[in-house]
């Protein structure tokens, strides 16, 4: 992610320590919607097995209330049928005792200046963001802190750009309103939920109120296409360790949606927004047509099993050969944007890339946020202003700019015909106690690794190579 951006997401400073503190890796396959067991092989939860079709919950716990803020607005937009595709809900016995909830994850965003900075602190204490060797992980607060105070000026900056905060919040609720009228016309009446990862409302604030309102049957919906371990990993996590010690959650039938990047309606739509801005060139043929992704660490996907890149290659496939069905056979590239610190990201950079095609003469440029379905900072100020004003100083001379889906009729209505899909597939979460955490809770061998760990650290942080480091990346 961007240093002036960081996903535009991070939660205040008044969130509760409990939610920050227990974090351990845990990972689940590439699937569309499963159920949530025990795993096997507690050792290697940091890496995210491509068959397996289980979660391990790890540690757990139940947050305090939390700060609210004001709603914001409703979609206007209204919910269409798309075509063959569409799904309806049909009533049962079963169905009709349940009381079905839906749970949007997301990332969240800084509403107002003054949040960017304690946002920013919640981000980076994510250790799915920042993945500290286990020796090293008491260092995660105190690392989250530096970074979030060095890099707040210019994530202002950014934010300040697009009218003072975030709008994902809103633009997330509207989604969910949209969603849940889509849902009652398909005959299945639901409550939908926004749960955010690191601001307000936060995903344990929305699991609370699925528990007051004694939810029965619930599915869970992370607005990400693709599947990645910083993303829906860590939302999932956040989820594992509140149902675990909950009774009344722990028996709560819960699908989980991983990905949902290859469904027919979400490449249609996608297909069809492109479509539309591609017209709008004067000659629509000489169009490159650019998606940007969301980068990871090139160590998610090496060392820890990350399927992100593969499945954004596949969705990128997917798009451009229903665009070649409609006629349109456009050259196109795949980027990655927002990468921040001195570690290897994803690669093509897509600043690096937009010099290049400039370099090579290309004049028409089309860029799509591909790994993004609402506006927010990455959109807004990083594609629209930062690599706009690169693009055009590159020799690219006409801009165009794909917008994320949002309310988009067709895809409100594939999202609702995913849930409808995922909700037999909903099964109790277990919460099996592991090695690895008990191990966490004895004193000596705790005190040994902090004996030994602040040694490491104190070399580490003071070594010349890790001065110049941050003095390169967070300066």
């Known amino acids: 992610m961007d240093a002036a951006s960081c996903s535009g997401v991070l939660s205040r400073a008044k969130l509760p320590v409990s939610n920050l503190h227990k974090f351990n890796q845990t990972l689940g396959s590439h699937i569309v919607s499963v159920s949530c067991q025990s795993s096997e092989g507690l050792n290697n939860v940091d890496r995210v097995s491509s068959q397996s079709l289980a979660y391990t919950v790890r540690e757990s716990y139940l947050c305090g209330p939390v700060q609210r803020r004001n709603p914001a607005g409703i979609c206007a937009a209204g919910v269409a049928t798309y075509g063959e595709n569409a799904v309806e809900y049909e009533s049962h016995a079963q169905a009709a005792e349940d009381k079905v909830g839906v749970l949007l994850l997301n990332l969240g965003g800084p509403d107002t200046l003054h949040d960017v900075q304690p946002f920013l602190f919640n981000l980076f204490a994510d250790p799915d963001i920042i993945r500290l060797p286990r020796l090293f992980r008491f260092l995660q607060w105190p690392l989250a802190k530096l970074i979030s105070v060095v890099r707040a000026p ?28 889509a849902l009652e016309a398909k005959n299945l009446p639901v409550n939908v939920y926004v749960g ?26 992370p607005l990400y296409p693709q599947f990645s371990i910083s993303t829906t990993g860590s939302s999932i996590r956040v989820l594992q360790n509140i149902f675990r010690e909950d009774a009344y959650l722990s028996r709560l039938p819960v699908s989980i949606i991983r990905s949902w990047y290859q469904r027919e309606g979400y490449i249609n739509s996608m297909a069809d927004l492109i479509q539309k801005e591609v017209e709008k060139f004067q000659k629509p043929e000489e ?38 069905d409609r006629g349109i056979n456009n050259d196109h590239t795949l980027a990655y944007q927002s990468r921040v610190g001195p570690v290897k990201w994803l690669k093509p950079y897509t600043d690096e890339v937009l010099v290049e095609l400039g370099q090579k003469g290309v004049k028409s440029l089309l860029a799509i946020p ?9 959109t807004l100020e990083e594609i629209d202003m930062e690599y706009k004003e690169l693009a055009l100083e590159s020799g690219i001379e006409n801009w ?35 090695i690895s955490q008990e191990d966490d809770h004895n004193p000596v061998r705790y005190a040994i690794k902090m004996f030994f760990g602040s040694i490491l650290a104190f070399v580490l942080f003071f070594s010349p190579r890790m001065i110049n480091a941050f003095r390169n990346q967070l300066f």
């Open 154 to 181: 210019k994530s202002k900056e950014g934010y300040a750009a697009i009218g003072g905060g975030s709008p994902l919040r809103k633009i997330t609720d509207e989604q969910a309103q949209a969603l849940k009228t």
């Open 196 to 221: 955010m990862r690191y601001w307000y409302p936060f995903t344990e604030e929305a699991v609370q109120q699925i528990k007051r309102d004694r939810i029965t049957r619930l599915v869970v919906l």
């Open 287 to 324: 169009v490159m047509i650019f998606f940007s992704a969301h980068g990871v660490p090139v160590s998610y996907v090496e060392k820890a099993g990350d399927p992100y890149r593969d499945q954004m290659e596949e969705c990128i496939y997917l798009i451009m050969q229903r665009l070649k």
């Open 370 to 378: 591909v790994s993004f379905v609402s506006e927010h900072i990455e």
């Open 400 to 434: 165009g700019r794909v917008p994320a889906l949002n309310c988009t009729p067709s895809f409100i209505t594939d999202l609702a015909d995913a849930v409808i899909e995922a909700l037999p597939s909903a099964l109790a979460m277990s919460a099996p106690k592991n």
